[in-house]
């Protein structure tokens, strides 16, 4: 019987994620909720391989600094790869449209019928899928990410959802 092939994305991974608390604003039990399984998923299962000369695994820190999202990339021991540093622009409709939908998504589940709910849940992957296609062409010859892990971080960057975006 032979081996498989050694898997090249083995160390091409993320094995711990922070997110900035200062850019982090007010959030209710049910963002906190998709940003902790968010974080779980993305670490148990992840392609991350940055574009410089590096190998992982690494650590991810995100942040938001002005109107640019901060993907602080280090190796598990703490010693910096790259930071790369992305107009939050392109995300900002897709984010609020992807808040908004959130929003109907959680009161529904409370009062709609089934079918409803699965409408606008249907809606609400939709616009996910959107923003995570965004992500993924941002950071094209930068890092490169597989479409679920692009998903993932997704989710994060919602739920740093920008200071002052609010009020």
Known sequence: MSKPPPDPDRDNRIVAVTLDE????????????????????????????PEAEATGPFTLHLA??????VFDIRREDGAPVVAH????????????????????YYQAIRTATPDKIEAID????????????????????????????ARRLFTLICVLHWKGQDG
């Not at 938001?64 to 999202?69: Q, Y």
């Not at 540093?85 to 109907?104: A, E, G, H, N, Q």
């Not at 996910?128 to 094209?140: F, N, P, V, Y």
């Open 85 to 104: 540093l992305l107009s939050l622009t392109p995300f900002r409709r897709v984010v609020k449209d992807y808040f908004m939908i959130c929003d109907s």
């Open 22 to 49: 200062e850019s982090i604003g007010r959030s209710g039990p049910d963002i906190e909720h998709e940003r902790a399984i968010a974080i779980y998923d993305l670490i148990e299962q992840n392609v991350f391989a």
């Open 122 to 149: 249907m809606g609400r992957r939709g616009i996910h899928d959107e923003g995570s296609r965004t992500l993924q062409e941002r950071l094209s010859g930068k890092v490169r990410i597989d479409f679920e892990t």
């Open 64 to 69: 938001i600094t002005g109107n640019r999202l």
